[in-house]
Every structure is written in structure tokens, then in C-alpha cells.
């Protein structure tokens, strides 16, 4: 019923940027918190970033001051923007929402984590 999709992972440089977007689409009614998790090869999932619906953000300290996360409640997307990045920041990122949507006998339901299939970022020289 809901899908989430990343987009805009790749290799870059370390000292570069990246843009990653996740968009979710079905029958969405809306959307609650949205957050940006990460997983390095051999690591824990982590939370990277948060947003509530009303704009309030929370960063983990390892990623504060280089990124942001912003979203557009219209179009159903939450954005990470990654400056400064180094090899640290190296990992599969995984965007992660709660959403009011409307099940195919279109009841209205709420799941709290649905899940995009992750986006590779890859900072290396």
C-alpha cells in the first residue's frame, strides 16, 4: 500500500556532499516522523536524523553541523543533505517513517515504521 524510495546515494570524495531523498507514495493520508537511519558493513543500525511533521529536528551527534534534514509535507518526501563528508559517513542509508494510510478495503490505518530498501553511500578517494 505505502512504498518509500531513496534516492541520490553514490561515491564521492571525501570533503564532497550528497543529497538523499526518500519519497513515499500510496494512499497516504500523512505522514508522522520521518528519520534517516544508517548501517556500516559490520555495524548496528543507527539513527542519523529526525523530523517530526511541524519541522522539529535532532541530529546524532556524529553528523551534526554537516547534515540536514528537511521535508516537504506535499510532496511526501524527506530530504538528508551530507556536507563535509568523510569515510566515517561510509554505509547503506535507510529513510524510515510513521503513516496514516488507507488499507485496499480502505480503512484507515497507521504504521509506525515502514521502511525504504536503503541507499548506498560510498565516501572514498
Known amino acids: 500500500q505505502v512504498q518509500l524510495v531513496e534516492s541520490g546515494g553514490g561515491l564521492v570524495q571525501p570533503g564532497g556532499s550528497l543529497r538523499l531523498s526518500c519519497a513515499a507514495s500510496g494512499s497516504i493520508f500523512s505522514i508522522n516522523t520521518m528519520r534517516w537511519y544508517r548501517q556500516a558493513p559490520g555495524k548496528e543500525r543507527e539513527l542519523v536524523a529526525f523530523i517530526t511533521r511541524s519541522g522539529t529536528t535532532n541530529y546524532a551527534d556524529s553528523v551534526k553541523g554537516r547534515f540536514t534534514i528537511s521535508r516537504d509535507n506535499i510532496k511526501n518526501t524527506v530530504y538528508l543533505q551530507m556536507n563535509s563528508l568523510n569515510p566515517e559517513d561510509t554505509a547503506v542509508y535507510y529513510c524510515?517513517?510513521?503513516?496514516?494510510?488507507?488499507?485496499?478495503?480502505?480503512?484507515?490505518?497507521?504504521?509506525?515504521?515502514?521502511w525504504g530498501q536503503g541507499t548506498q553511500v560510498t565516501v572514498s578517494s
Open positions: 524510515n517513517a510513521g503513516v496514516h494510510y488507507e488499507d485496499y478495503r480502505n480503512v484507515r490505518r497507521y504504521e509506525p515504521n515502514y
